[in-house]
């Protein structure tokens, strides 16, 4: 009996040349609609589905292979006599080869459609057949990917297709349906934010050298039906990233954004100087330029300023030692003065929304340097991290703060306000426990990491002394969590810090208001916690 091969194909990528073989080796070529005209064009003899099925397409072609000629000639067994008798009764034909690459509703779903337009890109005939056929995979090949198409050529020629290389290729049909189906639940449950089953829609983008270390192996898979900050990125010149530099760069990314990229034009201040709290992702702040150095995933360094120069020698003077072999990202494009600063270390990375010409010829005599293009701010509403056996996920840190409760006597200068603000935002990117030292809108000293909160604290007022040292010490210290003791406040008031933020919530919370009353110093709770593990 002649073999017979269905093929339906939205990308006709490499399909006329495997086409072209089958025909040639005595196929016979089952085609629909926009496909079967493509094969034609290409010479080829081509029975319409419509001959098979003995019913003509219909529901604006929503019907086409949904028959049982179709999928009895799938997942006959050909070992099977009542299988084959089945089929002989039927008047059905074996089907023995499946190509089918699905409608694209990865990139539509992302084209910004209506739910009617969108849900029209839904394939329901492509992913039945792949699935029929990959099924019965002993008996018919299943093909969805083109780059299989020359092995599958090759097989043949060669007189058999191995069995493993068989379920190889049904594996990938399941791989691609389960992805496909993944993609149109997300799309139809936007509104869900913890669905019954957790369904992601991920596409290897690349194999990675290595892991977090030498001896592990990793990859990286991005969203396949919406765009992400990290996968919207080009680089523009260097090595290969590596898994260490994905995570730093999806975190300084991050972190440089929370303060806004230019276009932004939220404020924390009235005309009245009273504080406008807004429950938004946005940061209550009118964006400035800011540049954020990060290393081994926390940053060493973060600044507001007027200018990239001024904001770039801010971020450095936080702590010149860490910077090294770090990564730096900037929120406004790359002028040439800053290229050239940054050319003087060894980086990793560089990181910014685009990139004055100069400023790139700059860092590309740096041919291991990697210099990324960042054109969209991170959007995910979602985080999660793998555990053994299981997915945590959790809404975004985006809320700054619950409210501004000056607990203490002493209020907080004017002068102080947009730095606590300031070191709000930058210590909620930092590992906990974490405590930040602010001056001028620059952390001059940060400690994270550490197992309690007085080790943090007193790791950032020594990186905050050696940088104020010889002027006015730093006035604002910003805390991740509560703080259980007075000891941070003690510890604070000795290092000249006359206003400090922290969330508050602690049963020990008036021990620290009295130590603040005690030594001048202002306090305000914030209600809102940022702890970062």
């Not at 590309?364 to 210099?371: D, E, G, Q, T, Y």
């Not at 999660?384 to 700054?400: K, P, S």
């Not at 409210?403 to 930058?426: H, N, Y």
Request: hydrophobic share 45%; aromatic share 8%; charged share 20%.
């Amino acid at each position: 009996m002649k073999q017979r091969a269905l093929i339906s194909v939205y990308d006709k990528t490499g399909v006329a040349e495997l086409a072209a073989f089958l025909s040639s080796a005595g196929w016979e070529l089952v085609s629909t609609g926009g496909t079967a005209k493509y094969l034609q064009e290409q010479g080829l003899a081509i029975t319409d589905v419509s001959a098979i099925t003995g019913f003509p397409e219909c529901l604006d072609g929503r019907v086409k292979t949904l028959h049982p000629a179709i999928h009895a000639g799938l997942l006959a067994r050909r070992d099977v006599a009542s299988h084959v008798k089945t089929l002989a009764a039927q008047g059905f034909s074996p089907i023995d080869l499946v190509c089918v690459n699905l409608y694209p509703f990865f990139d539509k779903v992302q084209a910004g459609l209506s739910l009617e337009e969108t849900v029209e890109f839904i394939d329901i005939g492509g992913p039945s057949m792949l699935r029929s056929a990959a099924k019965n995979y002993r008996d018919v090949l299943a093909l969805t990917d083109p780059a299989d198409y020359a092995a599958v050529i090759a097989a043949l020629k060669a007189g058999a297709v191995a069995m493993e290389f068989r379920k190889r290729l049904a594996g990938k049909v399941f791989n691609l349906t389960s992805a496909y189906d993944a993609a149109i639940s997300r799309y139809l449950l936007n509104d869900d934010e913890y669905p019954a089953y957790w369904a992601m829609s991920l596409k290897k983008a690349q194999s990675l050298r290595y892991g977090e270390n030498g001896h592990q192996s990793a990859a990286l898979y991005v969203n396949a039906d919406s765009k992400g900050a990290l996968s919207s990125m080009t680089q523009l010149n260097g090595k290969e990233l590596s898994y260490n530099n994905i995570r730093d760069l999806d975190l300084a990314w991050k972190a440089v954004c929370a303060f806004g990229l230019a276009a932004d034009e939220t404020a924390p201040l009235g005309e009245d100087g009273v504080l406008r709290l807004v429950e938004t992702p946005l940061p209550p702040w009118k964006a400035s330029v800011c540049c954020v150095a990060v290393k081994h995933n926390t940053p060493c360094g973060i600044a507001l300023a007027d200018s990239l120069p001024a904001a770039y020698a801010k971020t450095y003077a936080c702590d010149p030692v860490s910077i090294f072999g770090g990564i730096v990202a900037c929120n406004v494009a790359l002028d040439p003065e800053t290229a050239a600063k940054l050319a003087e270390l060894f980086l990793e990375i560089i990181v910014a929304p685009d990139f004055d010409a100069e400023a790139l010829a700059i860092l590309r005599k740096k041919k291991n340097l990697r210099v990324m293009k960042a054109p969209f701010a991170p959007k995910n509403q979602l985080e999660c991290i793998a555990v053994d056996g299981g997915l945590l996920t959790q809404e975004t840190d985006r809320r700054l703060l619950e409210k501004w409760d000056i607990v203490t006597k002493v209020q907080p200068e004017a002068r102080d306000i947009a730095d606590l603000l300031f070191g709000i935002r930058a210590v909620s990117y930092v590992k906990s426990n974490a405590i930040v030292v602010v001056k001028d809108q620059a952390t001059v000293g940060i400690g994270g990491g550490e197992t309690n909160r007085i080790s943090a604290a007193e790791l950032a007022f020594q990186r905050s002394a050696t940088l104020t040292s010889g002027a006015e010490p730093a006035r604002v210290l910003a805390s991740d969590a509560f703080f259980p003791f007075p000891d941070v406040v003690e510890a604070a008031a000795a290092a000249g810090i006359k206003a400090i933020i922290q969330p508050g919530g602690s049963l020990n919370d008036k021990l620290s208001i009295e130590a603040c009353d005690k030594r001048g110093i202002a306090m305000v709770f914030t209600g809102t916690r940022h702890f970062k593990h």
